[in-house]
C-alpha cells in the first residue's frame, strides 16, 4: 500500500491576492497602449507634387482637354462637373500648395482665408466649388448657359489668380 498516499490537509494561504502588482501591470499596459496609439494617429507630412509646368498651364491644359471629352454632349454633366471641380482643386495645390483633393469645399475655404491668399479669390474658388458640388452631391440638374458658365467661370480663376509678372 505504499504506492497510494493520503491526501493532503487543506493548507491556508495566508499572503493576501496581489492586487498591488496586478494595478502596477495595468497602468503599465495602458501607458503602452496610449503611446501605441498616439504614434499611430501622427499626421503624416504633407506632400504636394511639385509641378514641372507652371499650375496654370496645367490647368488650363486640362480644361482644354476635359472640353474636348465632349461630356456635355454624351449627357455625362455629373461626370463633367466632377472632373471640372477636380482640375481647380489640382490647381489650388500646385498653385497655393494646399491640399484641396481630400478636402471638403468648407474645409478648403477656411485653409484658404487662413493662408495668405486673397480673400477675393478664397471666395470666388469657394463659390465655384460650391456650384460644382450641387451638381456632384445634390443632384442639381443645371441648364446649357449654367454648363457654359461655369467652365467659363473655372477659366476666370485660373486667370484672376495666376501670378502676375511684374518686369
Not at 3 to 21: H, Q, T
Not at 125 to 150: H, Q, T
Request: charged share 35%; net charge positive.
Amino acid at each position: 500500500m505504499d504506492d497510494i498516499r493520503p491526501l493532503k490537509d487543506i493548507v491556508d494561504i495566508k499572503a493576501g491576492f496581489p492586487v498591488l502588482l496586478v494595478a502596477i501591470l495595468v497602468i503599465i499596459a495602458l501607458i503602452i497602449a496610449v503611446f501605441i496609439y498616439f504614434k499611430k494617429k501622427k499626421k503624416p507630412e504633407e506632400k504636394i507634387p511639385t509641378a514641372l509646368k507652371p499650375a496654370e498651364d496645367i490647368a488650363k491644359d486640362a480644361l482644354k482637354a476635359l472640353r474636348a471629352m465632349n461630356l456635355v454632349e454624351k449627357g455625362l454633366i455629373k461626370e463633367y462637373y466632377i472632373r471640372l471641380s477636380d482640375i481647380i482643386r489640382l490647381y489650388i495645390e500646385n498653385r497655393y500648395r494646399i491640399f484641396a483633393m481630400d478636402r471638403t469645399t468648407w474645409e478648403l475655404f477656411q485653409e484658404m482665408k487662413s493662408r495668405d491668399i486673397k480673400r477675393q479669390h478664397a471666395e470666388e474658388i469657394n463659390s465655384f466649388l460650391e456650384d460644382c458640388d450641387m451638381v456632384k452631391f445634390a443632384k442639381y440638374k443645371p441648364g446649357e448657359k449654367e454648363i457654359e458658365d461655369i467652365y467659363k467661370k473655372a477659366e476666370e480663376i485660373v486667370d484672376l489668380t495666376t501670378p502676375k509678372i511684374v518686369s
